[in-house]
């Protein structure tokens, strides 16, 4: 194989400025499937997948982007253990197999329906270090060592953005849930819950949920309240006057 350039002239020889321009300005789920798709276009990947890891099922994975032979791929869920993603999952580091993927987990329908042969995965962390998800990315033929440093260099210029995404995709859908439920008022766990995930998913510095005053028209009484990650119990049930506040 001839020698690649670097991972950002690679985008620039295949005229992907406006490509890396888009990406700029894309967010949420928009963002991250115009990524799956610009990577496997720019090192001609067969599959690219990026999946948030489900809470309490840690060996499972809900693909949330993807592309597959140059066209979008739909939402999916898949055990992890099977594939070579349970060792991006176990191991919570970057895992390279250049070749003879198929031989190492010959319990993948995938891998062996779609002939893949090599397979690169990164792992997605939130801000505290916890695994979140994986960007995984495989290919029918193998992948000799400088290449794949190159797909893995070009992945971590985006792993921050895109850990971001998912963790605020995440909370939208907890947000989403908590709407449809029963009434919260009362019900103190989910309240604290709904503004922790409030002042995630909007990125905002303070979030907090109050009830107005019947018998006080000036005045309102606060039910939670998140300040830069963390809820502050002391404040809750405190009355506050409307005068003074937005």
Known sequence: ????????????????????????????????????????????????????????????????????????????DYQACLTPCIAVIQTAQPIILLSDVQKSYTEDNLLREQGIRSYIGIPLKNSEGELIGVVQASWRREIDPEEAEHVLETIDMFVARLSAELVTLHAMRILAA?????????NLDTLRLLTEQMQTALKVRVAFIAETLPED?????????????????????????YAGTP
């Not at 005229?15 to 276009?41: H, N, P, W, Y």
């Not at 709407?179 to 009362?186: K, V």
């Not at 309102?220 to 049930?237: A, H, M, S, W």
């Open 178 to 186: 908590l709407a449809e439920g029963p009434s919260l008022i009362g």
């Open 1 to 76: 194989m001839q020698q690649l350039a670097s991972p950002v002239n690679e985008w620039k020889n295949q005229g992907s400025s406006d490509e890396l321009l888009v990406l700029s300005s894309s967010t949420g789920r928009d963002f991250i499937q115009f990524f799956a798709e610009t990577l496997a276009d720019c090192f001609e990947i067969d599959l690219v997948t990026i999946g948030e890891l489900l809470v309490m099922e840690n060996e499972r994975i809900s693909v949330l982007a993807g592309s597959m032979d140059g066209k979008p791929l739909e939402d999916f």
């Open 217 to 241: 028209d000036h005045s309102f009484r606060l039910l939670t309240y998140c300040q830069d990650g963390k809820l502050i119990p002391d404040v809750e049930n405190e009355i506050v006057p």
